[in-house]
């Protein structure tokens, strides 16, 4: 199955989302935004079920349960933006929603410049430094010694 191409909403999503919660709010601080919005969906808590494959082929199965925020905002000018993240953290879930409605407007470039490009970054050298430290401890297995080698 081919991987579907990521359109760039989708992308300042998955950034926004996956982001480290004291460095989106510490990016947001910097910029020294006040948009005017309205909550349409206060952050609320709640679960997913998550599915996962063995190996990432097999057929599916409901590995567990995930707790996630969701928020919706309205900008004053009408954009909508959304966002569910991963546990708990409802002024994460507000500031994403915020950011993706942001992002919709004339302020998108400026935004994706100094918010999404250095989450993205930092989110990238994160996941490569947590593939080095698993790396360390990769075992080969077929390069093993058998005992009935002898």
Known sequence: MEQEKQ??????MSVLARADANA???????LSLTPQ??????????LAQVRARMGGTGNAFN?????????VVRLESGELGYSYVTG???QH????AVADALMQTSAHDALQQTLISPLAAEK???????????ATSKVDFFTMVRGEDE
């Open 63 to 71: 590995m567990g349960d995930v707790t996630i925020t969701r928020a």
């Open 37 to 46: 919005y309205q909550l349409v969906r206060a952050p609320e808590i709640g």
């Open 124 to 134: 990238a050298e994160q996941e490569q430094l947590r593939a080095r430290e698993v």
């Open 93 to 96: 879930a507000e500031l994403a």
């Open 7 to 12: 359109t760039p909403r989708h992308h300042w």
């Open 88 to 90: 708990r953290n409802k």
């Open 24 to 30: 989106l709010i510490a990016h947001w601080d910097n």
